[in-house]
């Protein structure tokens, strides 16, 4: 936003920041960002990225729980769900040697933005399951550690979504390449680390 603002002063931003499932149309925005896996719809989605799913938890939690060793040994323990997901408990994870296997965690805590789950998770509240690119600082300095490295969840992808129409706006158009070219150059830094 700063790096826009600063390119485009005359531009008057109006920004909203929620895990929510807002659709643009109804909310009226111009562009709208989405990290997940999206639902059909009529919206314009193009993606930006890929990213994992990590199963995270800090050390003080596994100090009070056993480490898992398996999706199933995570569901006699303390889970903060993300609200905001369709099915917030119910994960399907494939196995090292490829095989799928479904789990349905019991959540302890439920939230409904990022930053609080990844912060829950940190002070030790229970663990949780977050995108790569969010945890990576975190788990480079030991304050979370990831569970069941071996055992892939679903990929997701970050996406910009715009509604529907004939035309966009000049500093739309403009909103968009900067944003995507200024998270693709920090993501792949981030994951260089």
């Avoid at 990290?35 to 989605?45: D, K, Y």
């Avoid at 993606?47 to 100090?63: C, E, G, N, R, T």
């Avoid at 408990?89 to 930053?115: E, L, R, Y």
């Avoid at 912060?119 to 304050?143: C, H, K, Q, T, W």
């Amino acid at each position: 936003m700063a790096a826009f603002r600063k390119a485009y002063p005359a531009v008057t931003i109006d920004l909203t920041i929620s895990d929510q499932k807002l659709d643009p149309v109804d909310a009226r925005f111009d562009i709208a960002y989405r990290a997940g896996w999206l639902e059909n719809s009529g919206n314009i989605a193009r993606k930006l990225a890929d990213f994992h799913q990590y199963i995270v938890a800090a050390p003080s939690f596994l100090s009070e729980h056993s480490t898992p060793t398996s999706p199933a040994d995570l569901q006699g323990l303390p889970f903060i769900e993300h609200r905001a997901l369709v099915n917030p408990c119910d994960w399907g994870f494939t196995s090292p040697s490829g095989k799928p296997v479904k789990t349905t965690m019991n959540a302890s805590i439920s939230a409904d933005v990022t930053p609080v789950i990844k912060n829950m998770a940190i002070a030790g509240a229970g663990f949780a399951i977050l995108p790569d690119f969010y945890v990576l600082n975190e788990l480079r300095n030991g304050s979370l550690i990831r569970l069941l490295p071996n055992w892939d969840l679903p990929r997701a992808g970050v996406y910009s979504v715009f509604p529907p129409a004939d035309y966009r706006s000049a500093a739309t158009k403009a909103f968009a390449d900067l944003f995507r070219d200024m998270f693709r150059t920090r993501l792949a830094e981030f994951r260089k680390g």
